[in-house]
């Protein structure tokens, strides 16, 4: 079961490897007691010729390391 909490400890994301900090919003799996950072980002969908395609962006905007953090990909 995922539960949407406040990170309490340092951690990495099982998704990205990105570093947790106290604080940040994340999704906990309490099957697996991992962690994952929630994404906080706009969701944006283009209709080409070969269907919908879905990329996600930070709200914050893009960081330095985009798309490599994994946080946008577009």
Request: overall charge positive; charged content about 25%.
């Amino acid at each position: 079961m995922l539960k949407t909490m406040k990170a309490k400890y340092f951690g990495k994301c099982k998704l990205s490897g990105a570093l947790i900090k106290p604080g940040d919003y994340i999704l906990y799996d309490t099957s697996t007691k991992t962690a994952q950072l929630q994404p906080d980002s706009d969701t944006i969908t283009f209709i080409g010729e070969n269907g919908p395609s879905t990329f996600y962006r930070n709200k914050r905007g893009r960081c330095i390391d985009a798309p490599c953090c994994g946080c946008c990909t577009i």
